[in-house]
């Protein structure tokens, strides 16, 4: 991939991989390619159209296309291995599939891999450690594989940057390999989803008067197809289990819809958010930092509104 130098080196030093099913991009694909200064390569199925996706406009400079199909980690792995030996810094948005190949990949490519950055340069990686409570900083002296956790990085599109020259490679992967064996592919349940993949989540703060609210919360978000959530001051009750907190000490999150009830916005909750396309938020306090934020700021008691929106939802939210 690239042009390499006379030591064998890209002098682009940075390559994204993003794993592309039926032309979806992965979680924080768009926050990967720009890390790596635009230059990416999708493999899998429907890359063409995930090469026009709106969300690589302005971010995306050079970009080729592997057509391989449905998803083989382990063929991909080998085949990839060849295809980036001359890459020396390979970086992976940690969405599912991307945890899924990167381990693989930088076996093959007989590199470390550092998982579950916050920031990836080629002489210095952030990586989020003990439950996002650490931050450790490494300097690689050696090439590598990273995975970039979506939501911490953001992406801001340079409106004036011309359209990505687009390459695609008739190079196929490998037919034999050691792979797991799809049974069944099965649609996303809310309920269970990791929060850092949920496109819409429904979460409660202090403003909730009682750990009923959060089952609550979870019968609304069924109903509508959101994932519950809440704040450190919910989990620290022990009302929810960590796994459900949202912020900088819990989960980063990036959905595409965020409903706060009762939240105050605390900049560790704020600062893992993302950047949602929509903000509603219902609280008593008009002024606090999460009704700035928020598209639709409702004046109102969080607890009463959930029981409104609960009776008008009706056995959707039983």
Not at 99 to 114: M, N, S, V, Y
């Amino acid at each position: 991939m690239g042009t390499s130098s006379g030591g064998g080196r890209s002098l682009q030093p940075m390559i994204a991989v993003l794993v592309v099913r039926e032309g979806q991009l992965p979680h924080g694909g768009d926050e990967a390619v720009a890390e790596c200064g635009g230059r990416a390569l999708l493999v899998g199925s429907g890359t063409d159209a995930a090469a026009d996706d709106p969300a690589l406009a302005g971010v995306a400079s050079r970009v080729t296309l592997l057509e391989w199909g449905d998803v083989r980690i382990g063929a991909w792995a080998d085949g990839l291995a060849a295809l980036l030996a001359n890459e020396p810094h390979v970086v992976l948005p940690a969405s599912p599939d991307g945890r899924d190949l990167a381990p693989r990949l930088a076996f093959a490519l007989q590199r470390p891999l550092h998982a579950g950055a916050l920031a990836v340069a080629p002489a210095r990686i952030d990586l989020a450690r003990k439950g996002a409570t650490e931050l450790h900083h490494v300097a690689p002296t050696e090439p590598f594989v990273a995975t970039l956790l979506p939501g911490v990085r953001g992406v801001e599109a340079d409106a004036i940057r011309a359209p990505a020259t687009v390459d695609t490679s008739d190079v196929t992967a490998p037919a034999e390999a050691v792979d797991a064996h799809t049974v069944e592919l099965l649609p996303p349940d809310p309920a269970t989803i990791d929060l850092g993949e949920a496109p819409r989540i429904v979460a409660g703060g202090a403003g909730l008067d009682g750990p009923d609210r959060l089952a609550q919360l979870a019968r609304i978000g069924n109903a509508i197809g959101a994932s519950m959530g809440a704040t450190r001051v919910v989990t620290d009750r022990g009302w929810v289990p960590h796994a459900r907190q949202i912020g900088t000490t819990g989960v980063v999150v990036d959905p595409t819809l965020y409903l706060a009830f009762g939240i105050s916005g605390a900049v560790q909750h704020t600062a893992g958010l993302g950047d949602p396309d929509h903000i509603i938020s219902v609280n008593t306090d008009a002024h606090c930092p999460m009704m700035q934020l928020a598209d639709v700021a409702i004046v109102a008691d969080a607890n009463e509104t959930l029981d409104h929106l609960e009776a008008l939802l009706g056995g959707g939210a039983s």
